[in-house]
């Protein structure tokens, strides 16, 4: 099993819908949480960090986590052609918590 | 303020020589990390370095890579002897102070090895 899992892509979603990303993770000290956003050819950028139960909303990106699920959310709303990127969970090692395990990401298009 | 720098963005070099990559982290980061992506693939966690600490190299893939922080600012990833399978981009990420904290990515290096 791997340490980090995410929704397999290409997400495809119509311009201005919801687009809905999930990330199940494995290891249950994990206490710290992001997305990263990653244009092809470019690095990856963080766009969100949540660390309580509960959602956590930044303009268009609503992070939600649940840990006793061992699950985390990001929902964009109002999705624009500008999105379309492949989104990387990350979670942080229990035992090692200086250091992230990433998810392989989700590859969105955003049709116009 | 700046972010994390990285150079060359790109390298090319021959199979067997040795390669040299740079990474400057954002100022008043503490910790420091590389990471390989190599084509299609997800972020293979090589090395960090957090102050003054032994670093935790558990990450590096062979012992023809290794890094160094001089000062607990710049670091260098060496790679000895590079193979065609060491092709792929190298990303830098600093962060406040390690533990459970953001990590901010560098551009990259593409190295390609021919």
């Known amino acids: 099993q791997k340490e980090v899992e995410q929704n397999s892509g290409p997400l495809s979603v119509p311009e201005g819908a919801i687009a809905s990303l999930n990330c199940t993770y494995s290891?249950?000290?994990?206490?710290?949480f992001f997305w990263y956003r990653q244009y092809s050819g470019k690095s990856p950028e963080l766009i969100m960090s949540?660390?309580?139960?509960g959602d956590k909303e930044d303009g268009r990106f609503t992070a939600q986590l649940n840990k006793a699920s061992q699950y985390v959310s990001l929902l964009i709303r109002d999705s624009q052609p500008s999105d379309s990127a492949t989104y990387l969970c990350?979670?942080?090692?229990?035992?090692?918590?200086?250091?992230?395990?990433f998810g392989a990401g989700t590859t969105v298009t955003v049709r116009a | 303020g700046a972010g994390v720098s990285q150079s060359p963005s790109n390298k090319v070099t021959e199979k067997g020589k040795d390669v040299e990559l740079r990474c400057d982290p954002i100022?008043?980061?503490?910790?420091l990390y590389w990471y390989r992506q190599s084509l299609g693939q997800g972020l293979e966690f090589l090395i960090y370095?957090?102050?003054?600490?032994?670093?935790?190299k558990s990450g590096l893939p062979s012992d023809r890579f290794s890094a160094e922080r001089t000062g607990g600012s710049v670091s260098t990833l060496t790679i000895q002897r590079t193979q065609q399978e060491d092709s792929a981009v190298y990303l830098c990420?600093?962060?406040?102070?390690?533990?459970?904290?953001?990590?901010?990515f560098g551009p990259g290096t593409r190295l390609t090895v021919l």
């Open positions: 990420a600093s962060s406040p102070y390690g533990a459970r904290s953001e990590q901010f």
């Open positions: 290891d249950r000290g994990s206490q710290s």
């Open positions: 949540i660390y309580s139960n």
């Open positions: 990350a979670v942080n090692e229990g035992r090692r918590d200086y250091k992230l395990s």
């Open positions: 100022s008043g980061h503490t910790a």
């Open positions: 370095f957090q102050g003054n600490s032994a670093p935790d």
